[in-house]
């Protein structure tokens, strides 16, 4: 069973067009992270929500951390090809040293 | 600043050897954790280091093996290497006790054959 399950799994849009990824739990988490991955490199981190009902933007994304703590959702605006990616989110729990992943979300952006 | 350095990048091995892969963390950085990541399993926690102790291992066989050296560069050994064990090995390393935010290395691509 996975702890944090992303969804879609994965996406092919047109260049310009708005998408939203989300990564959903039965679980409480003290903060979420969100990772974008590209072919043949290591994930890099993109942000870090920790309060219930928080919104980080960042450029043309927009992470959103849920009232309970139990999910999140990156929204992007205008995707362009440089958006293609793995996307995954991380959760983690208070005490615990080890992250959670979600499987991601693969999003190609067309040109 | 230099970033999390693995090596090597690719390596091919056959079933039966062993393989050992090196993580060189962010400077300052003591925690280091290594991951599995497959097509099929996503990212898979295999062990995590702080200075020089395991503090947590993931739900691995025996074969996978890891150690942290008092420079905090630390190693991950996998034996008796078996077909399933081809994937993406990622470093990750982070400057808080906790987990907090991972700065992952690029990785170390094994093929076993």
């Known amino acids: 069973t996975q702890l944090l399950e992303q969804s879609p799994q994965f996406l092919s849009i047109q260049e310009g067009e708005n998408l939203t990824v989300y990564c959903n739990s039965s679980?409480?988490?003290?903060?979420l992270q969100w990772y974008r991955q590209e072919p043949g490199e290591g994930p890099v981190l993109l942000v870090t929500?920790?309060?219930?009902?928080e919104v980080k933007k960042l450029k043309r994304l927009t992470f959103q951390f849920g009232d309970a703590r139990k999910d999140s959702s990156l929204h992007i605006t205008a995707a362009q090809p440089g958006d293609t990616g793995l996307y995954l989110c991380?959760?983690?729990?208070?005490?615990?040293?080890?992250?959670?992943f979600g499987r991601g979300t693969s999003l190609i952006v067309h040109p | 600043k230099a970033g999390v350095t693995q090596t090597p990048r690719y390596l091919i091995k056959t079933r039966g050897q062993q393989v050992t892969l090196s993580c060189s963390p962010i400077s300052g950085h003591r925690s280091v954790s290594w991951y599995q990541q497959t097509p099929g399993q996503g990212l898979q926690f295999l062990f995590e280091?702080?200075?020089?102790?395991?503090?947590n291992k993931g739900n691995f066989p025996g074969r996978f093996s890891g150690r942290q050296f008092s420079n905090s560069r630390s190693e991950m050994n996998v034996s008796t290497l078996e077909l399933g064990d081809s994937a993406l090995y990622l470093c990750?390393?982070?400057?808080?006790?906790?987990?907090?935010?991972?700065?992952f290395g690029e990785g170390s691509r094994l093929t076993v054959l």
């Open positions: 280091y702080f200075s020089e102790t395991q503090r």
């Open positions: 990750a390393s982070t400057r808080s006790q906790g987990a907090g935010e991972l700065f």
């Open positions: 991380a959760g983690e729990k208070g005490g615990s040293y080890i992250p959670t």
């Open positions: 929500v920790v309060t219930g009902g």
């Open positions: 679980s409480v988490f003290s903060s």
